[in-house]
């Protein structure tokens, strides 16, 4: 069974930094894309950001030039660094993966963790 664990969520103020963890576990096959979205209330889920099975790397407009997506294999784990956080970055941030399987493409979702920008 696949599992997503999210983490480093909570409250900063305007202008700060968080980094969120995620922590892939149960996985068997091949993961062949890490990445981040996060949804805000009343709002539909958007990409912040995810990288490839080489390092290839995607940005939401909303992160570009402020998060960095980074990830450890080895570990099965993903990254977001993000900083100059703004109060519009206020949303849950899901951490997702896409399992290659012999035939099939496979996304899965943590259970997100909130992150609030606020002074």
């Known amino acids: 069974q696949v599992q997503l664990v999210e983490s480093g969520g909570g409250l900063v103020q305007p202008g700060g930094s968080l980094r969120l963890s995620c922590t892939v576990s149960g996985s068997s096959a091949s993961i062949t894309k890490m990445g981040w979205h996060r949804q805000a209330p009343g709002k539909e889920r958007e990409l912040v950001a995810q990288i490839n099975i080489i390092g290839d790397t995607e940005y939401g407009d909303s992160a570009k030039g402020r998060f960095t997506i980074s990830r450890n294999p080895a570990r099965n784990k993903v990254y977001l660094q993000m900083n100059d956080l703004k109060p519009e970055d206020t949303a849950v941030y899901y951490c997702?993966?896409?399992?290659?399987?012999?035939?099939?493409?496979?996304?899965?979702w943590g259970q997100g963790t909130q992150v609030i920008v606020s002074s």
């Open positions: 997702n993966i896409v399992h290659k399987y012999s035939t099939s493409f496979v996304p899965y």
